[in-house]
């Protein structure tokens, strides 16, 4: 049974349009071991001066080589998270910071790193404000989620996303999510995760 992690980066709890799309998606998973991880829950803080020079020596906190742990493990990742700011929320990088550590998420080896997570995949379910199209100059998330993929090991990287939700109507909303998942109902995208 795949074991498959979904990292909840939104801020606005059960109001965020993006969680709402994320439990519609997820919803149609069956057979899995799915484990949801709150991040504003977990609250970690930027890397600083004092936990790097720990980081440095081996030293990190239980709590977040525990996370780390989780996400080395899992077989598919799941990032919930709305694009704030042309980019994902802070609390998000702040997670990937803590948890990108030598020997748990990646290897260092001699001037570059091999990924040491098992996951076949990142899934990126967002929604943004904005009409901005993925990899565009005013997009600072999906290229920077793709590196952090590569770093660790992981070769694929797929956004599902809802654009423009700012600056529509409801029924125009409703009607562009409802595209969305007949799609990945029309193929088959449930089964070849």
Not at 28 to 48: A, S
Not at 102 to 110: C, L, Q, R, S
Not at 165 to 177: A, G, P
């Amino acid at each position: 049974m795949d074991k498959i992690i979904v990292l909840n980066g939104c801020i606005r709890k059960e109001m965020s349009r993006t969680l709402l799309l994320a439990k519609e998606i997820l919803s149609h998973f069956k057979n899995v071991n799915m484990e949801w991880i709150d991040l504003q829950k977990l609250n970690f803080q930027p890397v600083n001066y004092e936990s790097y020079i720990l980081r440095s020596v081996g030293k990190c906190d239980s709590k977040v080589v525990k996370y780390a742990k989780k996400v080395q493990n899992a077989d598919l990742i799941v990032l919930v998270a709305p694009i704030w700011e042309m980019s994902v929320p802070a609390m998000v990088k702040t997670f990937f910071e803590n948890i990108s550590i030598p020997e748990i998420t990646f290897k260092p080896v001699k001037d570059t790193c091999i990924g040491n997570c098992k996951a076949r995949k990142m899934i990126f379910i967002t929604t943004r404000g904005m009409n901005v199209k993925p990899y565009s100059e005013l997009d600072g998330a999906a290229a920077e989620l793709k590196a952090l993929c590569s770093l660790w090991g992981i070769h694929d990287f797929e956004e599902l996303a809802l654009n423009n939700c700012d600056y529509i109507t409801l029924k125009e909303y409703q009607s562009n999510k409802e595209k969305l998942l007949n799609h990945l109902n029309k193929t088959n995208w449930y089964q070849k995760q």
